[in-house]
T-cell receptor, first 117, second 117 residues
Framework: AQKVTQAQTEISVVEKEDVTLDCVYETRDTTYYLFWYKQPPSGELVFLIRRNSFDEQNEISGRYSWNFQKSTSSFNFTITASQVVDSAVYFCALSEAYNTNAGKSTFGDGTTLTVKP | EAGVVQSPRYKIIEKKQPVAFWCNPISGHNTLYWYRQNLGQGPELLIRYENEEAVDDSQLPKDRFSAERLKGVDSTLKIQPAELGDSAVYLC???????????????FGAGSRLTVL
């Protein structure tokens, strides 16, 4: 069974601070995909990044970066120099590959990030 | 390009009444998902279609929920009769299935918020 835990329910920071959102996952498969989605106040979930289990390279995209560590089953998301527009709920998700769960994304309960001006 | 379109955006009904939600996925996306999102939680999969076939409906409460995807395009999710606990946001998503690898990136609609009184 696949499971995603986002222990941080809510985080509040002041603009320009760096913030890290934690994601811990559980799976019995050796091949799987990890995702981050953003849900702004308007409500529509938007895809941010996908990582496969064989690629542990960290990724940076502008102010966003992701740290994938298989040894700790974590896929953490860092926003550098946060902005008010980053305020949203962020979801981590897991999809196992090559079994009956392939294509089924299991989501964590999300972390609500509030960036204050 | 149009995104995933859902209707209605909001629905308020009395308990025991029926309700239906409609979803039009992104053109060319063969996989369609219905998720339910309760307040403060992540989306939970109700049913997943590959073309016209429901390949995963294990989480769909079949005594009162039904879904269909005619011609492998639009989909309808129905609840009859609705209960108080059905109040939630019903999200439709679509993806282009990548050969059963689990790599599917989901594109979500804005959701249909159901309130059962």
């Amino acid at each position: 069974a696949q499971k995603v835990t986002q222990a941080q329910t809510e985080i509040s920071v002041v603009e320009k601070e760096d913030v890290t959102l934690d994601c811990v996952y559980e799976t019995r498969d050796t091949t799987y995909y990890l995702f981050w989605y953003k849900q702004p106040p308007s409500g529509e979930l938007v895809f941010l990044i996908r990582r496969n289990s064989f690629d542990e390279q960290n990724e940076i995209s502008g102010r966003y970066s992701w740290n994938f560590q298989k040894s700790t089953s974590s896929f953490n998301f860092t926003i550098t120099a946060s902005q008010v527009v980053d305020s949203a709920v962020y979801f981590c998700a897991l999809s196992e590959a090559y079994n009956t769960n392939a294509g089924k994304s299991t989501f964590g309960d999300g972390t609500t990030l509030t960036v204050k001006p | 390009e149009a995104g995933v379109v859902q209707s209605p955006r909001y629905k308020i009904i009395e308990k025991k009444q029926p309700v239906a939600f409609w979803c039009n996925p992104i053109s060319g996306h063969n996989t369609l998902y219905w998720y339910r999102q309760n307040l403060g939680q992540g989306p939970e999969l109700l049913i997943r279609y590959e073309n016209e076939e429901a390949v995963d409906d294990s989480q769909l409460p079949k005594d009162r929920f039904s879904a269909e995807r005619l011609k492998g395009v639009d989909s309808t999710l129905k609840i009859q009769p609705a209960e108080l606990g059905d109040s939630a946001v019903y999200l439709c998503a679509s993806s282009l299935d990548v050969g059963g690898t689990g790599a599917n990136v989901l594109t979500f609609g804005a959701g249909s918020r159901l309130t059962v009184l």
